[in-house]
């Protein structure tokens, strides 16, 4: 089971080699190949519950969506680099393992450079090494042989920046020492938003609570049970991680795997704390729309209505609606001239402009990609998704950001809801959830 867990995860960070620097040389593979059989070989071995493989393997496969998204937008970065960066993350951990370094005997394992030592009590797990496990982690790799390509020292270096509470550190003195550090640090942001993003996460938190309370961590923090740790995670994110991690998530916008990795990171953290906002936001927002006595009015009111409270309910400045006209087996949606708009500059006059004078073709565009699927749609950023033809009209558009639904009948979708966003987002789980609520609901009532 674990060489077949092994040898798909050296395919794939071969792969990312290639994409990342296809130029580096092709010996890093048997480097990257030898690493990742020691480390997964080692971590194995450990008993501590959350701190395992998988965290490894999850942090690793982040990292390298950081790096290529820092790669692209800044291209400074090398082959050495990403050799150095991608083996810092496959042992940032590995000091948790009991008896890796000299020194290790039995129960009683080396804590520092000083060789002063620990010795854990019965019914410890590795995870009572967690104070001192990047100091372990450190010393691994000295003691370690390496290919001739490989700084100890700066492999070193890098692992100690996934020490958490991150401590201050001194500013950079010259511009290598500055891209040290920022390497470094996405060493450390890849460790955090490796374990928050986890798609596991959640079912998970039950072990990292255990780990956390042999440590004494969980009663110092406060958590009395798993499901405080999970209560309190998201104040810890945003007063402790979120400062620490801002160039790794703007990196990890430049992909669709990285904007995966976000997707999954909000939803974990945020939706604790927003979970209640959200529900009473929500029900608000379905009981305002079930009030509506849809008989009362015409199509194009009742569509300004619903433009109005959703772009309200998520504080999006600029809703616009869509009619689909069907002929035989064509389809093509045409503008309603319909707007919700609590704000207005060149740019969205511009776009309006674009908007009521395109006529879409059914897969065409967000509304045309609603009609032909009947179901919601998002756009993390329009301007640079291939398949919204409006932003390449214009220069500015002043959008970037958007969803769509469809509201439909029994002849299928008759009009589409599109909204957006002046900033690139991913929208919570919980919003796409109820926009689905909304859609579905809004379309029986207009049957009906």
Not at 7 to 30: T, W
Not at 218 to 235: E, F, I, N, T, V
Not at 341 to 364: C, M, Q, V
Request: with cysteine.
């Amino acid at each position: 089971m674990l060489i077949n867990i092994k040898n798909d995860f050296i395919s794939r960070l071969e792969q990312k080699r290639k994409e990342i620097l296809p130029q580096s040389p092709p010996d890093y593979l048997n480097i990257i190949a030898d690493a990742v059989h020691t480390s997964m070989n080692l971590i194995s071995r450990s008993d501590a519950l959350y701190h395992d493989v998988e965290h490894t393997s999850l942090v690793t496969l982040c990292g390298q969506e950081i790096f290529a998204g820092k790669k692209t937008l800044e291209g400074e970065l090398d082959a050495s680099d990403w050799l150095h960066f991608t083996l810092a993350l496959l042992f940032h951990d590995i000091g948790y393992v009991k008896n890796i370094l000299a020194g290790d005997k039995g129960m009683t394992q080396v804590i520092n450079s000083n060789g002063e030592t620990r010795t854990l009590a019965p019914g410890d797990t590795d995870a009572s090494l967690t104070p001192y496990h990047v100091e372990r982690g450190k010393l691994f790799i000295h003691q370690r042989n390496w290919h001739k390509d490989i700084d100890k020292a700066l492999l070193e270096n890098l692992i100690s920046y996934t020490q958490f509470p991150i401590p201050d550190r001194n500013a950079a003195s010259s511009k290598e020492e500055e891209k040290f550090h920022a390497l470094a640090n996405l060493v450390g942001s890849a460790d955090l938003i490796g374990q928050l993003a986890d798609p596991m996460y959640d079912i998970k938190i039950p072990r990292l609570f255990y780990e956390f309370s042999e440590t004494g961590a969980a009663s110092k923090m406060g958590y009395q049970s798993p499901d405080d740790l999970r209560a309190g995670y998201p104040a810890f994110f945003l007063n402790f991680v979120k400062p620490h991690i801002g160039a790794a998530l703007d990196y990890l916008k430049v992909s669709d795997q990285g904007r995966d990795w976000i997707s999954s990171l909000n939803y974990h953290v945020f939706s604790q704390s927003h979970k209640a906002e959200l529900e009473k936001s929500g029900i608000d927002l379905l009981s305002e729309i079930t009030k509506i006595k849809a008989r009362k009015y015409k199509i194009e009111e009742l569509i300004v209505l619903i433009l109005e409270k959703i772009c309200k309910y998520k504080d999006w400045p600029l809703g616009h609606a869509y009619v689909v006209q069907r002929n035989d087996d064509d389809a093509l949606l045409r503008s309603m001239k319909i707007w919700y708009s609590d704000k207005t500059n060149d740019a969205l006059k511009e776009f309006k402009k674009i908007s009521e004078s395109y006529i879409f073709k059914s897969g065409e565009g967000l509304p045309g990609r609603v009609c032909s699927t009947g179901a919601l749609q998002t756009v993390f950023d329009v301007t640079v998704d291939p398949n919204f033809p409006r932003a390449k009209l214009a220069s500015d558009i002043g959008v970037r950001g958007a969803f769509a639904f469809p509201l439909s009948d029994g002849l299928g979708v008759r009009w589409v809801l599109e909204f957006f966003s002046p900033d690139p987002e991913v929208l919570d789980p919980s919003v796409l959830e109820l926009m689905k609520h909304v859609s579905t609901y809004i379309s029986k009532d207009f049957h009906e």
